[in-house]
């Protein structure tokens, strides 16, 4: 079934329509929002409210891109986790037990040797820790333009910023992101160093 | 000229290095991706800027994304938890709602507090501290009315039934004083010397009938006759409409003496009377129009308190 038949079948009360969008889009929303707040958790409780905040929602969603309208729902539902957390700033007692903070480190792809897998967590881990360096603002555009592809257009949508402020705005992201990198040169991989002959 | 090149030159060049981000994710308009091409032509730096960005675009995709780390299909129990996880609706709203709500209340009611508090001061500065009636003065007039009413009705049939010889030197000064105080100007009519002044028991009725009514009986356990004497009910057209000599308490006149006091020589005379409508007024601001002020001031106080306690309950639980 099409996106918007499945948006319109949500519309009458099919609630097993709008799982199949979930289904759809889980994975994309989850990955914006751990670039937004930076804490799997987080992430996963932001993920779970904005899609069931789209769906109460789902009567005001006029048509054009259901993805812009559900990522701006997933943003916004950050921004709430952030604005919360900077209120009650918690130290988790899992965060302190856990040694390993990588994301996902429990699920090892089993086509991918260890070592390529331990590269990859450590690039990640990096990149990570250079966008948590970046304003919330910055920080979301980058998302949107990284993780989601979007367009700068789509990204003004759900933003709901002018083009010409998104355009500064990833701009400057990936120039204080790439400053951070090539600080951090020596702690990465070597495959994914920057050489200079390239 | 060379530096008017270098200038523009410069301009062209920090503008590329700003279109750089756009011109890698395609989001340039033909003739601006023809200007910067043409322009990495020339400016090794920005062909530079351009590499160092386009290897951050790499890397930033290529690092892996987190796992989920469970499926975020919403089951019809998850619906009837409000959206926020665990923050629970507030007087049937939102929490986010609910706690702009309050703000505004309590903002409204701090305003209507601060205006009342700075009403009242600004009037007691008009006035000089003296509080004007806030009680309609009529209402406690019609009450005074009834209770001189009654007791001048007690005073006349103590008159009538008059016993002859007993004309006490009581009855003559108290006639002589009334008819000072209320017609000064006039001179004794015939008809009063020839009336004969009140028998004892009805003195004596009388004052009892004056100390019982609840507005004297307050200011009559005082004990001071000039209270008493400011107390006396009745009023000017009521004393000429009677002409008949009303017994008016002396100082050491209690309820509880039945025996009149005989006057002496060196007793005080009774004060002038007052108008009546003074004595309500002075009630009237002592019993209502003080205390509904303060009332309604301690009230929005206490409402302002509340609010602001019920305003921060609900900023916690925010999500």
């Known amino acids: 079934m099409e996106e918007q038949a499945l948006v319109a079948a949500t519309q009458k009360g099919d609630h097993d329509a709008f799982n199949q969008l979930v289904i759809h889009y889980q994975n994309l929303a989850y990955h914006v929002a751990y670039r937004i707040v930076s804490d799997a958790d987080a992430a996963a409780d932001a993920t779970q409210d904005a899609f069931l905040r789209a769906y109460r929602a789902i009567n005001q969603y006029r048509g054009g891109s259901f993805k812009a309208w559900l990522l701006r729902i997933v943003t916004n539902t950050c921004y709430d986790q952030l604005r919360a957390k900077k209120r009650r700033p918690t130290a988790s007692l899992e965060a302190l037990l856990v040694t390993d903070p990588t994301p996902g480190s429990s699920f090892v792809d089993q086509a991918e040797s260890p070592e390529t897998y331990a590269e990859r967590q450590e690039l990640s881990r990096i990149i990570q820790a250079g966008i948590n360096a970046l304003p919330s603002d910055q920080r979301t555009v980058l998302a949107l333009c990284d993780v989601a592809g979007m367009s700068y257009q789509e990204i003004a949508e759900v933003t709901q910023a002018s083009l010409g402020t998104v355009k500064s705005r990833i701009h400057r992201a990936r120039t204080k992101l790439r400053d951070y990198l090539l600080a951090q040169q020596e702690l990465l991989p070597a495959q994914y160093r920057l050489r200079s002959d390239t | ?319």
């Open chain 2, 1 to 319: 000229m060379l530096d008017f090149l270098r200038h523009r030159t410069q301009s062209e060049h920090e503008r590329i290095v700003t279109l750089l981000s756009a011109y890698l994710d395609g989001e340039l308009k033909v003739e601006e991706q023809r200007r910067v091409e043409g322009h990495l032509a020339q400016c090794d730096t920005c062909a530079e800027e351009l590499r160092t960005l386009k290897y951050t675009k790499a890397l930033s995709i290529e690092a892996p994304p987190p796992r989920i780390p469970r499926s975020f299909v919403i089951r019809r129990a998850d619906l009837e938890v409000p959206a926020g996880g665990t923050s629970r609706r507030l007087l049937g709203l939102s929490p986010k709602l609910a706690y702009a709500y309050m703000r505004g209340a309590t903002a409204l009611v701090a305003v209507a507090f601060a205006v009342l508090v700075a009403g009242d001061l600004m009037r007691s500065f008009s006035t000089g501290g003296r509080q004007p009636a806030m009680a309609p003065v009529k209402e406690t007039w019609v009450v005074e009315q009834a209770i001189v009413a009654e007791v001048t009705a007690v005073v006349e049939k103590a008159v009538e039934e008059p016993v002859v010889g007993q004309d006490t030197p009581l009855a003559v000064e108290v006639q002589k004083e009334v008819e000072k105080t209320v017609m000064p100007d006039a001179t004794p009519s015939p008809a009063v010397r020839q009336t004969p002044p009140p028998a004892e028991g009805a003195k004596e009725e009388a004052v009892q009938a004056l100390a019982v009514p609840e507005a004297a009986s307050e200011e009559a356990t005082d004990a001071t006759g000039d209270t008493l004497s400011k107390e006396s009910v009745g009023t000017p057209e009521a004393y000429r409409a009677g002409d008949t000599p009303l017994p008016v308490p002396t100082p050491t006149a209690t309820p509880s003496s039945p025996t009149p006091v005989p006057p002496t020589p060196t007793s005080p005379p009774p004060a002038t009377l007052e108008p009546p409508t003074h004595v309500a007024l002075r009630k009237t601001k002592s019993r209502l129009g003080i205390s509904t002020l303060r009332i309604a001031e301690i009230g929005l106080g206490t409402l302002v308190l509340v609010l602001l306690v019920v305003t921060l309950i609900f900023r916690r639980q925010q999500p």
